[in-house]
């Protein structure tokens, strides 16, 4: 069974930085693109950056500039360099794996979330 392990998450004040990293484990062949997502309370999940197997990019307006995602198609991990956060940058961070190889089956995948907390 696949699955996804987010972790870096935190507290952090506004102006710094964090390093999300999402580990695909479950004897995976291959995956797709891998993206994070977050969402808060009362509102739906959005997508803040997402990156293809060849390293092709696509961030949300909202992350251009500041967030970087990245990954390691061998180790099957996924990471979101977070800098210059704002305190609307608070959200569960979610990473989400498409297309995923295995040799018991073929499908998408998140993982449980983990929170991002900035203060003022």
């Known amino acids: 069974q696949v699955q996804l392990v987010e972790s870096g998450g935190g507290l952090v004040q506004a102006g710094g930085s964090l390093r999300l990293s999402c580990v695909a484990s479950?004897?995976?062949?291959?995956?797709?693109?891998m993206g994070w997502y977050r969402q808060v309370p009362g509102k739906q999940r959005e997508l803040v950056a997402r990156?293809?197997?060849?390293?092709?990019?696509d961030y949300a307006d909202s992350a251009k500039g500041r967030f970087t995602s990245s990954r390691d198609n061998a180790m099957h991990t996924l990471y979101l360099q977070m800098n210059s956060l704002k305190p609307e940058d608070t959200a569960v961070y979610y990473c989400?794996?498409?297309?995923?190889?295995?040799?018991?089956?073929?499908?998408?995948?998140w993982g449980q979330g983990t929170q991002v907390t900035v203060s003022s």
């Open positions: 479950g004897n995976i062949v291959s995956i797709g693109t």
């Open positions: 990156i293809t197997s060849g390293g092709d990019t």
């Open positions: 989400n794996a498409r297309n995923v190889v295995a040799p018991y089956g073929f499908g998408d995948y």
